[in-house]
Structure formats: C-alpha cells, structure tokens
C-alpha cells in the first residue's frame, strides 16, 4: 500500500525525492501520512482537493481487496 502511495505521489509533483510515507499503526486502521515538498503541496492536493480525495479513494480500494482499513492523511 505504501509503495502505491509512493508511486501516485512521485508521479503528480516536481520533487519526487522529497515525498515520504509514514505508516501509522492504529487499534482500527493504518494511516498513511503522506508528506511532500511545500511547493507541490497544491499539486497533491488538487482544486477542492479532488485530487487528494481521489487519492485516497485508490488507496481504500485498494485496501479493501487485501481486508484492510486504510486513511491518507497529507501531512505539512
């Protein structure tokens, strides 16, 4: 799931090497944080934050074939 996020996320911004994964371990769910470059923030997160929802949205479904519970979080 982390090297999903990973990918999405490399391939929308202009510093791949600057985005990070953090798995957060929870009694319920993972969390994955999602931290990136502070200039390609907006591009993470979209318009109304469609992209970010969009995002999260991949990575549920995902999840929900392997029988996990997963958030996104995007971390500043």
């Known amino acids: 799931m982390k090297e999903l996020l ?3 996320a490399r391939n929308l911004v202009d510093d791949p090497e ?3 994964v ?3 371990e ?3 769910e993972l969390t ?3 931290r990136v470059a502070p ?3 907006g591009k993470v997160i979209g318009r109304q934050g469609r992209i970010a929802k969009e995002i999260r949205t991949v990575i549920r479904s995902y999840a929900q074939r392997t029988g996990q519970k997963v958030s996104v979080d995007i971390v500043d």
């Open 6 to 8: 990973l990918y999405i």
């Open 32 to 34: 994955l944080e999602l």
């Open 18 to 20: 600057a985005v990070s």
């Open 39 to 41: 200039d390609d923030m």
């Open 22 to 24: 953090t798995e957060v």
């Open 26 to 28: 929870g009694p319920q």
